[in-house]
């Protein structure tokens, strides 16, 4: 398996990866401006858009390396689309498997119940893979 990192040999990014970056930035923003600013948090928006900055990223890079990206919010699946081109690392792997209950579960009342903490570790997942991505993508975080 190749390591497709991005380096001063690789292709320029696309518009369409870049574009991807924009829309997975609103989510980022989106979700740190909801948890710092509203109370009471509304914590299954801030972990939705947690999922969603996740997914576009993974689209971005799913994009750079040429591959059909699929229309599904399983960020595991994603993950493994990618993984066919470079290594994932296993702490992404598993935010990619945490986030993504909140992709489609979330959207409906009553799915489950949710805390500070599940907002804390969508958080802090979401900042793992996207980290991750922006530096296979060689964009300043």
């Given at each position: 398996m190749s390591d497709k990192n991005i380096d001063n040999n690789a292709p320029?990014?696309?518009n369409e990866v870049?574009?991807?970056?924009?829309?997975?930035?609103m989510d980022y923003i989106t979700a740190n401006h909801l948890d710092k600013t509203l109370y009471p948090k509304p914590m299954e928006i801030i972990c939705y858009h947690c999922q969603q900055c996740a997914e576009k990223y993974?689209?971005?890079?799913t994009e750079y390396l040429g591959k059909e990206i699929e229309k599904t919010h399983d960020l595991g699946n994603l993950a493994t689309t990618i993984s066919e081109s470079i290594e994932v690392p296993q702490n992404v792997l598993v935010s990619c498997a945490k986030l993504t209950q909140y992709g489609v579960k979330i959207r409906y009342p009553q799915e489950f119940e949710m805390s500070d903490?599940?907002?804390r570790a969508a958080l802090a997942d979401m900042e793992n893979v996207r980290i991750w991505c922006k530096d296979k993508l060689n964009i300043k975080a």
């Open positions: 320029k990014v696309s870049l574009e991807w970056e924009r829309f997975a930035e993974l689209k971005a890079l903490s599940h907002v």
